[in-house]
């Protein structure tokens, strides 16, 4: 059975409820999920044992892009991430009518490429009230699954 971990990082829930989409669509396709808030994962977690490494954060700030607060020491830490040739996916939630649309989004692909990870699938943005894409993230979450 092939293995994957979630690892989000949400302020008011809407991330959340993404991943447990997310985590859902994954075990219906035979994968074993492990979902973490952010706050309870480490750096060292990510690859590993995993056969997919899923990264989950909305984006906050005005004029810069910051990530979601507990995600950004995180993305800090994560240089020292062993994701080399592993798979990765990304996704997070944000707002159109802000500047750096899921800005965090763009900079975790950065962060992947720099590490040698395997981005799979085109990043999913969400736009706005989660409820409005669950259709976007089925189908994500199944691309994703068939990536691994
Ligand atoms: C003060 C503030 C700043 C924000 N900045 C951005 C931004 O720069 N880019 C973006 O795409 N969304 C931005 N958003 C929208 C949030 O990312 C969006 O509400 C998201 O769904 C929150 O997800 P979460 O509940 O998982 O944290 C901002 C929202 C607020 C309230």
Wanted: hydrophobic share 40%; with cysteine; charged share 30%.
């Amino acid at each position: 059975m092939s293995k994957a971990l979630i690892v989000y990082g949400s302020t008011t829930g809407n991330t959340e409820i993404v991943a447990e989409q997310i985590v859902e669509i994954l075990k219906d396709k035979g994968v074993e999920v492990t979902l973490k808030n952010v706050v309870d994962a480490t750096v060292a977690e990510l690859g590993k044992e995993y056969d997919l490494t899923v990264l989950g954060s909305s984006t906050w700030g005005e004029e810069d892009i910051e990530f979601q607060e507990d995600f950004a020491q995180f993305f800090e830490d994560m240089d020292k991430a062993e994701l080399k040739d592993k798979k990765v996916a990304i996704f997070g939630c944000g707002d159109s009518s802000y500047e750096h649309f899921c800005g965090a989004v763009d900079e975790l692909e950065g962060k992947m490429e720099s590490l040698g990870a395997k981005v799979v699938g085109d990043s999913l943005r969400i736009d706005g009230d989660p409820s409005d894409s669950s259709s976007d993230v089925d189908d994500w979450a199944a691309e994703i699954a068939a990536a691994i």
